[in-house]
């Protein structure tokens, strides 16, 4: 089992479409987590830390649910520029504390 | 901007050569990483570094090493390159582990 899971997608919608992504990750020990935006061939940003009191950036708002272990991520009113594979990273801690990346999920926001 | 670099960009490389993949940040930070990703994978770590003459090996195994001799800079080597190291490898910084990890642009490296 990976240590962080995503759907890979893709995710195809409108422009306007509220669309959420689901992360889940496996050590519970982790400590902090992130969403990370990559678009096709360059390298990944930073979206947003994520909180556990939760957090709202504009039009994203991302949540996390220790007891469940699961991150999600909210993008309401979707542009065509939101097109990109979002990750979901989660830092480990512990001795080893590195970002464990996910697959990422492709959104597509069509015309 | 992240102020992290890499040199070069593409590479295109026949089997048995030797190559370095260079990766400098002007952000002063101490912690620097690479990562390896296949088209439509995930970033699997390869190296990091926690500072000066600090290097340890990633999750992935990798058969790179790396030096960190400056701050500034943590370059990557293959001895001796083969088909199967055909890959991006990005470059990143931070401050702290918790802290947003910056990435260089990428490495694209085709081995004939």
């Known amino acids: 089992r990976k240590e962080v899971e995503q759907d890979p997608g893709p995710f195809n919608v409108p422009e306007g479409a509220t669309v959420a992504f689901n992360c889940t990750y496996s050590?519970?020990?982790?400590?902090?987590f992130f969403w990370y935006r990559q678009d096709c061939r360059k390298e990944p940003k930073l979206l947003m830390s994520?909180?556990?009191s939760g957090n709202e950036d504009g039009r994203f708002t991302a949540q996390l649910n220790r007891a469940s272990q699961y991150i999600s991520l909210l993008i309401r009113d979707s542009k065509l520029s939101d097109s990109a594979t979002y990750l979901c990273?989660?830092?480990?801690?512990?001795?080893?504390?590195?970002?464990?990346f996910g697959t990422g999920t492709l959104l597509a926001v069509q015309p | 901007e992240a102020d992290i670099y890499q040199t070069p960009r593409y590479l295109v490389i026949g089997t048995g050569k030797k190559i370095t993949l260079e990766c400098s940040q002007t952000?002063?930070?101490?912690?620097m990483y690479w990562y390896q990703q296949d088209p439509g994978m995930e970033l699997h770590l390869i190296h990091y570094?926690?500072?000066?003459?600090?290097?340890e090996k990633g999750d992935l195994s990798s058969e790179s090493t790396v030096s960190r001799i400056r701050t500034e800079h943590f370059p990557l080597t293959l001895e001796s390159a083969r088909p199967s190291h055909t890959s991006q490898y990005l470059c990143?910084?931070?401050?702290?582990?918790?802290?947003?990890?910056?990435f260089g642009p990428g490495t694209r490296l085709t081995v004939l």
């Open positions: 990143a910084s931070s401050d702290r582990d918790e802290d947003e990890q910056f």
């Open positions: 050590n519970s020990a982790s400590q902090s």
């Open positions: 994520v909180y556990s």
């Open positions: 990273v989660v830092l480990t801690g512990g001795a080893t504390n590195k970002l464990i």
């Open positions: 952000m002063g930070h101490d912690k």
């Open positions: 570094s926690y500072g000066v003459n600090s290097t």
